[in-house]
């Protein structure tokens, strides 16, 4: 696991107040912004394969999450919402569990979410994605390039919006 997420463990729920308090919960991050998005390959709650660049032409919105990041799951329904609205229009969901399977296993069950779960449990796409804080969202357009990117929880708007100008209405 990387090494700015063992913090994230130890200090648990009480890291992502910290976060919050610090004014980070709304932070757009401009890191890749313009830039192509990192390419990755990790594997879904069932094992299968997913590869980013399998989703060139569509809108792609990365969640990276953590179980016992409170803003993290109030996050989830929120991007479950924008899922079933916009899903069928282009975009792809892909939420990105940063601690293994048997923890996010129970939080996709409990919340319903119906949109692909990976697990990142090395770190490494969190890595070149420079994620910290938790929750992150990188919004792609259909070319492949980050057109947002929120480091902290995100009002539904402000991902909407973000979304419409990756191309999805």
Known sequence: ???????????????CLLVMAAGCSTTPSSNFV????????????????????DYR????????????CQPCREGLPVIQKIH???GDRGLVVLSINLENEELARPVV???????????????????QYEVNPIPRMVIINREG?????????APEE????????AGVE
């Open 145 to 153: 390039k980050v057109v947002d990117d929120f480091a902290g929880p």
């Open 57 to 68: 032409g569509k809108a792609v919105l990365l969640d990276f999450w953590a179980s016992w």
């Open 34 to 53: 313009g830039k192509p998005a990192p390419t990755f390959s990790l594997k879904t709650l069932d094992g299968k394969s997913v590869n980013l660049s």
């Open 1 to 15: 696991m990387r090494s700015v997420l063992k913090p994230y463990r130890r200090w648990g729920p009480g890291f």
């Open 109 to 127: 069950k409990e919340d319903k979410l119906t949109y692909t779960v990976l697990v990142d449990t090395d770190g490494k796409v969190a890595d």
């Open 84 to 86: 079933e609205d916009l």
């Open 158 to 165: 402000d991902l909407r919006a973000a979304i419409k100008k």
